[in-house]
């Protein structure tokens, strides 16, 4: 088996207007999503990210991203294991999140040398 | 090592086993993912028969973190051997610091969120948490639930095979957002206070009260009903003092001192109840909380408003059908007047077979029968409910009635 990174990518000013009610239906899909990869004994830990953040560069702490054009940024990560790239891609194409077209998942295999 | 020393020891190590058996397996089965809850459980039963020999010639310092450093050693030696036992060789030495107490919540409710599978029936999820997460033995279990321990260890063993350190529980921070798990993680919490109060186990409730603190704390979505649930409980507890006399005898609510009742407890609790309430529909829970809250505010006895509390016995009826909710609601309807609606309404909880010979429903109508001076049918109530199956505070209780009942003239 081999350990992926799920970079959970999503637009901030979507999140951001979200209405509690929504916001809680968001919660519960991507909980059962989640608790599904749990369940398949895929999921090695993640957590979902809060939405303050700061970029830092030498001399240069900001609110503002490096892309001002781009609204997206990661809100969340999961660590899985799976048997192929091929095989982490298709988990993370079943996130009814992804489906739905609110988010997009980024899979990146880890550099791991054992 | 003296017969005193020896008992000393024993009862050390039981109230360790208690207090710290569900954060020990659960601290084990974060930290090693490939263990099987019934190798951590497995391994802290070693790690304790391994203290109940090596304490008798020296006392460690810090018992606790002598506890969860073995058990860190057996864990990391069985992954490494992966094989059925390992030997208890390397007894640690000089241990690190055990895991806060704060932690040690955090760990238990995540054992217990493990525990709350939603293809497991309730009474499965209850017996599991009262063996993992509050550290009961199975005969305790047992006695609590009014079951044979045979049926507790059945349940458990199977258990033993189903719950894994795999669970999202164990692995992220997504299971915070699990709305299913946190409702029924609130059941058994509620549960585990509720028989907890009627044996009067405090550390049970207290148990329950911290846990459920943890789930307000820790959850990521929204709680009202655990914030209620918490209210509930801090309501109930701020009169654990005065339930009872110096002789540890039952008292009866009205002979409660109440100006000894916890009115920091009740501050809180009324607060969490405020912040639940938001909802637009109230749920159980909020209704039973608002029944404690009335009795925790009201100036006396008497002055208590017990026609709103029957209100709220009959809308509580109507969301969740249960013969004590009914049962409740009769009494209050006597003490706010309509005698005759509460009588009719426990003859016709007479008519149910479960009730019938419930001593709580006996001594109900024995306590009406006495407050309309109607001696000899309380006296007939009081001893029928002798019958049913009241717990030993409460047979004792009974037994007063019925001397009092047999002085008057």
Partial sequence: MKKFLLLIREDLERVKNMTEAELQAD???????????????????????????????????????????????VTGYMLIQAG??????????????????????????????? | MSEHDAMQLTGLLQQLYRAHFGKMVSHLLLRYSSLQLSDAEDLVQEAFTAASAAWRTTLPEKPEAWLYATIRNQASRFRLRRQGHVPLEHLPADP????TSEDGDLHLLRLLFACMHPRFTAKVQLVTALRYVFGLQMQQIAELLGTEADNISKIIYRQRQQLRSGDIAFRSGFVWWSAGKVDLALKVLYVVFTEGWKIREERLCEDALSLTREVIRRARVS?????ALYALMLFQLSRWETRTNEAGE???????????????????????????????????????????????????????PWQQIANLYAQLHEMAPSPFVRLNQAVALHFAGQTKAALHMLDELAQEPFMK????????????????????????????ALWGKPSPGEEAFIRGKIKACLQMP
Wanted: net charge negative; hydrophobic share 45%; charged share 20%.
């Fill in chain 2, 96 to 99: 690190v610091a055990a895991a």
């Fill in chain 1, 84 to 114: 192929s790239l091929e095989e982490a891609a298709a988990l993370a194409a079943s996130c009814p999140s992804v489906i739905d077209e609110e988010i997009a998942i980024e899979v990146r295999p880890l550099m791991v040398h054992e």
């Fill in chain 2, 250 to 304: 039952l008292l009866e609510l009205e002979k409660q001192q109440r100006q000894l009742w916890n009115r920091d407890m009740i501050a809180v609790a009324t607060d969490y109840l405020k912040q639940a309430s938001t909802v637009p529909a109230p749920s159980t829970y909020i209704i039973e909380a608002s029944v404690a809250y009335l009795h925790a505010v009201a100036p006396g006895f008497a002055q208590t």
């Fill in chain 2, 357 to 384: 010979h419930h001593h709580l429903l006996h001594c109900s109508l024995a306590r009406i029968y006495a407050d309309g001076n109607n001696n000899h049918l309380a006296l007939q109530h009081y001893r029928k």
């Fill in chain 2, 223 to 227: 709680v009202p009903d655990a914030k």
């Fill in chain 1, 27 to 73: 919660i519960a899909k991507m909980t059962r999503w989640a608790e599904q990869l749990a369940g398949s004994g895929n999921l090695l830990g993640g957590e979902p990210l809060e939405a303050d953040v700061r970029y830092v560069k030498k001399a240069h702490i900001a609110t503002d991203g490096p892309f001002a054009e781009s609204r997206e940024s």
